[in-house]
C-alpha cells in the first residue's frame, strides 16, 4: 500500500464499517416510514455512519501513534522506561503539538536534564556545560536573548540557531543515554569550587563580575550578565575535572537524598 499509511487504511476501513451499519439501521426503519423516504433515510445514515466511527476512533488511532513514537524515539523512549510516571504528561505534550517529536523534546528538555545529570558520568556532564556555553556564546550579540535563555521566565521563548541547538540536544542525549540505569551520584559540597571560579572571575574581570550577584533585577544591563555568565561558566570548566563536573551536576540536576551512591 505505497503512500498510505496503516492509520489511513483504519480509518477508511471505519468509515466503510459506519456506513454500513448506518446503512442497517436505515433498512431496519423502513417499514415505518413511508416509501418515499427511503432512499433519502439511506443515504442520511449512511453518511452519518461514515463519519461517526471514524470521528470516535480518532483518539485511539492518535494515542497508538504516540505510543509508537514513544517506543522508538532515542531521547524519549529511556526517559519513559525509567520515569513511568511521565508517560501521560509526555503523551500529552504530544497530542498539544500534533505528533511533533522535536517540540515534544524541547517541552522535556530540562526535565531530562534535572533527572539524569546526576548519575551521568563525567564526561557527558562536561560536554553539556560546554553545549550550554556555546548556545550562550550564539545569543550573546543579542543581549535580551542571551539573558532570556538564562532566565526563561524573563519573557518569550529563545529560538537557538541549528548548530547550537543539535550540538545542545545531542550533549543532553549523551547525558539520558549515559545516565541511564545508573544510580544518582551523591550530592557533593561545591562551595570551595565555586569560590575558586569566582575569585578567578573577579581577577580578571573586576567590578563587572558584580553584576552577577543581583542579575535578575529590574533594569539590569542583560549584555553584560551574559557576558560574565559565559565568563563564569568557563571559569567553572577550568576547574579541576572532578570539581568541574560536581558543580556542573549541582547547577543543571535534581538535589538527591543523602542516602545516594557515590561516584
Keep these: 500500500m505505497d503512500g498510505v499509511t496503516s492509520a489511513s487504511v483504519i480509518q477508511i476501513l471505519l468509515a466503510g464499517l459506519g456506513g454500513g451499519l448506518g446503512a442497517l439501521v436505515a433498512w431496519g426503519l423502513l417499514r415505518f416510514l413511508p416509501r418515499s423516504w427511503t432512499l433519502m433515510l439511506t443515504i442520511a445514515c449512511g453518511v452519518t455512519g461514515s463519519q461517526l466511527l471514524p470521528n470516535m476512533a480518532e483518539p485511539w488511532l492518535r494515542g497508538r501513534e504516540v505510543d509508537a513514537s514513544l517506543a522508538t524515539d532515542p531521547l524519549?523512549?529511556?526517559?519513559?522506561?525509567?520515569?513511568?510516571?511521565?508517560?501521560?504528561?509526555?503523551?500529552?505534550?504530544?497530542?498539544?503539538?500534533?505528533?511533533?517529536?522535536?517540540?515534544?523534546?524541547?517541552?522535556?528538555?530540562?526535565?531530562?536534564?534535572?533527572?539524569?545529570v546526576g548519575r551521568a558520568p563525567g564526561e557527558p556532564v562536561l560536554a553539556l556545560g560546554q553545549a550550554t556555553i556555546g548556545a550562550l556564546r550564539s545569543l550573546e550579540s543579542d543581549?535580551?536573548?542571551?539573558?532570556?535563555?538564562?532566565?526563561?521566565?524573563?519573557?518569550?521563548?529563545?529560538?537557538?540557531?541549528?548548530?547550537?541547538?543539535?550540538?545542545?540536544?545531542?550533549?543532553?542525549?549523551?547525558?539520558?543515554?549515559?545516565?541511564?540505569?545508573l544510580q544518582p551520584v551523591a550530592p557533593a559540597d561545591v562551595a570551595n569550587a565555586l569560590d575558586i571560579a569566582s575569585t578567578s572571575l573577579v581577577e580578571k574581570h573586576g567590578d563587572d563580575a558584580a553584576v552577577l550577584q543581583n542579575a535578575t533585577a529590574a533594569g539590569v544591563d542583560r549584555?553584560?550578565?551574559?557576558?560574565?555568565?559565559?565568563?563564569?561558566?568557563?571559569?567553572?570548566?577550568?576547574?579541576?575535572?572532578?570539581?568541574?563536573?560536581?558543580?556542573?551536576?549541582?547547577?543543571?540536576?535534581e538535589r538527591q537524598p543523602s542516602g545516594a551512591q557515590g561516584p
Excluded at 523512549?77 to 517529536?101: H, L, Q, T, W
Excluded at 540536544?169 to 547525558?175: C, F, I, S, W
Design 143 to 181: 543581549a535580551d536573548a542571551c539573558y532570556r535563555f538564562l532566565f526563561p521566565g524573563s519573557g518569550p521563548t529563545v529560538r537557538l540557531a541549528d548548530g547550537p541547538r543539535d550540538a545542545l540536544y545531542a550533549a543532553t542525549l549523551r547525558v539520558v543515554e549515559a545516565g541511564h540505569g
Design 223 to 253: 549584555g553584560l550578565v551574559c557576558r560574565m555568565s559565559i565568563a563564569f561558566y568557563e571559569e567553572i570548566m577550568a576547574l579541576p575535572r572532578e570539581d568541574a563536573v560536581r558543580v556542573w551536576r549541582d547547577a543543571f540536576g
Design 76 to 116: 524519549l523512549s529511556v526517559m519513559v522506561a525509567d520515569y513511568p510516571e511521565m508517560k501521560s504528561s509526555i503523551r500529552d505534550s504530544f497530542v498539544r503539538a500534533d505528533g511533533n517529536a522535536d517540540a515534544v523534546r524541547r517541552d522535556v528538555l530540562g526535565v531530562m536534564v534535572k533527572k539524569y
